[in-house]
């Protein structure tokens, strides 16, 4: 008799999970393609990182699911205005704002902090910004701290596929000056065995700008509302989820110019 | 002369001869006119074959190169749309116009966007929009852009759009077509001139050569002519033609000599003739004067020939009028039978066929005989006959048909001395006797070699056999008997008497005799007829059957039919 209930029990234990997923209501996440670690790494058609663990522990926690779709940068808030993913991550108001024009779209809470920055040779470090007239970049990355010297055509920019190509362009000197998520360079560069000089370092004299990563959508702000409650309540998980991807030792001077209070 | 020196003659005179004709109407210039019509004409066919072929080829090449071109280019531009690389598709779109006949490329994402696009306005000449058509079909191509991403299926990401323009390609065409038509005109005129150059160096020159020496032949002597040098020909057909040339001049020589031999020999075969002939005429004016000679005595003999002759007919005529006398009156039996035929016809004018008719009392004796060979001899044979008859029938009364054979067998041998070894004569004949009985109504019949023949009403033949004697003939022996038939005789039996010349007519193919039987079968199909008209349509058989053939021997036939019973008046009885 026994025996019975402890199988019972036991197929129980089986399909509750099975019935919980499919009541789950699903939601598709556009996510960026690159690798982009700490932060997330969206290449081979996967999702890891931060932005992952964080995203789940939400869905986790207030019974969704969420599929994440890896897209290129460029590709992602497009994708949104047109309806094909339901929310963007990591995203920023003030990326590609032409596109924005017009568009309804809601963000989250800042979920974690960021700093694009420019990165320059050792020798390089403390030049004026007039020195740079090539800047490097990762394609779908918008030069943002940059844009009024490209308007002017004192600045080419260089678009590279990705930051090991950008972090070579800019060592070998075809670019003066990188410009990406300083994080995310440094962390490349430790990748790559490049952390020692001669390596690429943050000039903080040159345009930089820092920013929050937000989750966005067009169609569930109340996701989003759910969503900021819950790193409310759950702060101490969101931090030690940081902790764990090493965002917190991030070296992020403050700037009082940041545009979100 | 050197064979160079006769080649400049020759040349010379082919030249000549070539001048006599206009230019305009020269070999060469026709073959010249020919061959340019040809290849231009062949040339322009051909030409508008290959610019239908070079304009389907160039369009085939234009898709070719736009789908290698987009083959090219479609994973940058998917990944340009994809990653929705604006500075890389406007690196793409601009590579493209690396395409002289390019107007516009554009590349547009799946969302609707256009990532990059350029547009080369192109010259436009009046001529190329004209002929844009040519190429307009082909002129826009759009490749969907698709992008996977791991191993899922490739999904739609854009688009590339590309317009060609229709006037550069038709300017293309256009250069190409002149150009081509201007090499294949210069080909038609450089080919026309090989053409010619050829013909002439091969054909036309060497014909003039040779037309040159054939106006040099000597009909007296065409066999002395000077064949033109054909060094190069030998073994062609002009080589063969001059060959056949020399050979049909050769021929032509020895038939001239040939000729001339024919023409010496027939002048004294002429001489030779004209004095056979006057020999001959000579000889023949001998002859004809011992012709003339001979036929004088010829003309000499035929007259007495003529005269002989006639002093023969003369005197057969009158042995015939004789031999006429000593036959008895046909009519001798009327009115004792109910009719009676006879038919005697000698083979001549006197014959050895002999009939005698006697009444005797009641009885009534006829009698038929043919005597040895005909003519004259048979005749007198028949006057030994008759004169012996005489003595039998008046003399010694006889009255029995048997005996009356036997004494005339007697007395033939006794009066033409045939009972003396020594005799000459060696004649007789062979006879048979009827006598038709009224009072018995019946008939006595004795032959020696002829039969009777009877034939009943109903056409029913019967031939009462002859005994097989002969009568007379010194080296037969005399019969020693002869015997009597006594034949009843029924009403409208008919009889009949024949000397052998009546059956033994020639006719028939093959030719045979008529025979007796054959007679006899015809007589008996005639049964009702008189018997005046059977005997006549029995001399008319006997015509017919004979047709040319000549009659071989005297012919006697003696035809009666008794009478039914007692004897009806006399003038019905005659016929």
């Given at each position: ?25 699903r939601?598709v996440v556009g996510v960026e393609n690159i690798d982009y670690?700490?932060?997330h790494d969206g290449r081979n058609a996967g999702f890891e990182?931060?932005?992952r ?13 969420f599929d994440y779709q890896p897209l290129p940068v460029a590709r992602l808030l497009p994708s949104l205005?047109d309806g094909r993913i339901d929310?963007k ?49 990762v394609v779908g ?18 678009e590279n596929a990705d930051?090991t190509a ?96 | ?66 789908d290698e071109t987009l083959s090219l280019v479609e994973g940058s531009a998917s990944e340009a749309v994809y990653q929705l690389h604006e500075e890389l598709g406007?690196q793409l779109i601009?590579?493209l ?9 554009e590349l547009r994402d799946d969302f609707g966007q256009?990532l990059a ?24 191509v759009q490749r969907p852009l698709t992008y996977a991403v791991g191993s899922e299926q490739p999904a739609l990401v854009g688009q590339l759009s590309l ?413």
């Open positions: 008799m026994r025996g019975l209930i402890w199988l019972g029990l036991w197929l129980c234990s089986l399909t509750a999970p099975l019935a919980e997923e499919v009541s789950l209501q939601y670690r700490p932060y990182g931060f932005g663990e964080l995203l789940d522990a939400f869905a986790a926690a207030e019974g969704l699911a205005l929310f991550y990591p995203d920023d108001p003030h990326w590609q704002p032409q596109q924005r024009l017009g568009a309804v779209l809601h963000y989250s809470q800042p979920v974690v902090e960021s700093l694009d920055g420019t990165l320059v040779p050792d020798g390089a470090l403390g030049q004026p910004a007039s020195r740079i007239q090539q800047l490097g970049t990355f918008t030069p943002v701290a940059w844009l009024d010297a490209l308007g002017e055509g004192r600045l080419m920019l260089r930051f950008l972090i070579r362009q800019t060592l070998i000197g075809r670019v003066d000056a990188a410009y990406a998520n300083v994080a995310v360079v440094q962390y490349q560069l430790r990748e790559l065995g490049l952390d020692s000089a001669p390596t690429l370092r943050f000039d903080p004299q040159l345009p930089h700008l820092r920013g929050d990563y937000r989750l966005s959508t067009s169609r569930h702000p109340d996701i989003l509302e759910r969503f900021d409650r819950w790193m409310l309540d759950e702060a101490e998980q969101v931090f030690a989820i940081k902790a764990r991807h090493g965002l917190p030792d991030t070296q992020i001077p403050a700037d009082p110019a940041h545009p979100f209070p | 002369m050197t064979p160079e020196a006769v080649e400049a003659v020759e040349a010379r005179t082919a030249s000549r001869a070539s001048s006599g004709v206009s230019p305009w109407r020269s070999l060469t210039f026709k073959q010249a006119v020919l061959t340019l019509l040809v290849a231009l004409v062949l040339g322009l066919a051909v030409g508008a074959v290959q610019l239908w072929l070079d304009w389907g080829e160039m369009r085939k090449e234009v898709r070719r190169s736009l406007r601009d590579g116009f690396a395409l002289e006949s390019l107007r516009r490329a256009v696009e350029r547009e080369h306005p192109m010259p436009v000449t009046g001529l190329t929009r004209d002929w844009a058509w040519l190429f307009a079909d082909i002129c826009r317009e060609l323009a229709p006037e550069v390609l038709v300017e293309r065409f256009l250069r190409q077509a002149l150009t081509d038509s201007l090499l294949g005109s210069l080909r038609a005129l450089f080919i026309s001139a090989l053409v010619v150059a050829i013909f002439y160096l091969m054909i036309t020159r060497p014909l003039l050569r040779l037309g040159a020496a054939i106006a040099r032949v000597d009909p007296a002597n065409p066999g002395r002519w000077q064949a033109p040098a054909l060094p190069t020909h030998r073994r062609d057909e002009l080589g063969l033609l001059l060959n056949h040339l020399q050979h049909l001049l050769g021929a032509s020589q020895a038939a001239l000599d040939e000729r001339d031999r024919a023409r010496a020999e027939l002048s004294a075969l002429a001489r030779d003739l004209e004095v056979r002939v006057r020999e001959r005429t000579a000889e023949l004016e001998q002859q004809k004067d011992v012709l003339a000679r001979a036929f004088s005595e010829l003309e000499t003999t035929h007259g007495e020939l003529a005269r002989a002759n006639r002093l023969v007919l003369e005197s057969i005529q009158y042995a015939r009028r004789i031999q006429t006398a000593m036959l008895p009156d046909k009519a001798a039996l009327d009115g004792r039978l109910a009719a009676i035929q006879v038919r005697w016809e000698p083979l001549h004018l006197v014959g050895g066929d002999w009939f005698w008719l006697e009444p005797m009392g009641e009885r009534s004796l006829i009698l038929i005989a043919d005597c040895t060979g005909h003519g004259v001899p048979g005749a007198f044979i028949t006057l030994v006959l008759a004169s012996a008859m005489k003595e039998i029938l008046r003399a010694e009364g006889a009255r029995d048909p048997a005996q009356i054979l036997l004494a005339i067998d007697r007395l033939v041998r006794a009066r033409l001395r045939q009972d003396h070894p020594e005799a000459e004569s060696d004649d007789g004949l062979e006879a048979a006797v009827a006598i038709w009985d009224p009072a018995r109504r019946a008939l006595e019949f004795a032959g020696a070699g002829i039969p009777l023949l009877c034939v009943s009403p109903e056409g029913r033949v019967e031939t009462i056999r002859s005994a097989r004697a002969h009568l007379g003939y010194r080296s037969l022996p005399p019969p020693e008997a002869i015997p009597v038939h006594r034949v009843a005789v029924a009403p409208g039996a008919r009889f009949y008497l024949l000397t052998d010349g009546v059956s033994d007519h020639m006719g028939g193919t093959p030719p045979r005799l008529l025979g007796r039987r054959r007679l006899a079968e015809w007589l008996a199909g005639q049964v009702e007829r008189s018997l005046q008209d059977q005997v006549a349509d029995l001399q008319r058989l006997l015509d017919a059957y004979r047709g040319r053939e000549p009659r071989r021997d005297d012919m006697t036939l003696i035809a009666f039919q008794p009478l039914p019973s007692d004897p009806p008046p006399l003038d019905s009885l005659r016929e």
